[in-house]
């Protein structure tokens, strides 16, 4: 394996959860999140990948739709929205992330003051 083959193993696990942070801050649409994503050359990703991931995560209810007017006249967007449901999986989601991050920095040898332990 190369290092762009392990940049992409990162990038398919941590999609998910980058798009829920998105989203926690404020409802967001598809084109907007892919936008935001491709300011992190290792987040970035493409139509194919960010819609079919939004589909699933609206049929896990991580996350619900609402159409809003576009104030330019443009087209209506689908927005995307955390459920109640959606942000206790994200909270979770977000204690194992910090675990992960501790042990990587243990195992690195840097000293992590304040990092999580299970």
Request: glycine letters at 6%; aromatic letters at 12%.
């Amino acid at each position: 394996m190369n290092l762009d083959d392990w940049k992409s193993q990162i990038k398919r696990g941590t999609l998910e959860f980058c798009i829920l942070l998105m989203i926690r801050r404020q409802p967001s649409y598809g084109y907007e999140i892919i936008s935001t994503l491709e300011k992190y050359p290792i987040l970035a990703a493409k139509e194919n990948t960010i819609y079919p991931l939004l589909r699933r995560l609206l049929k896990e209810g991580w996350i619900s739709s609402f159409w809003k007017e576009s104030a330019e006249g443009l087209p209506p967007r689908k927005y995307y929205s955390l459920t109640d449901t959606g942000r206790a999986y994200l909270e979770a989601m977000s204690d194992e992330w910090d675990f992960l991050l501790a042990a990587i920095q243990e195992i690195k040898g840097v000293e992590c003051d304040g990092c999580p332990t299970e």
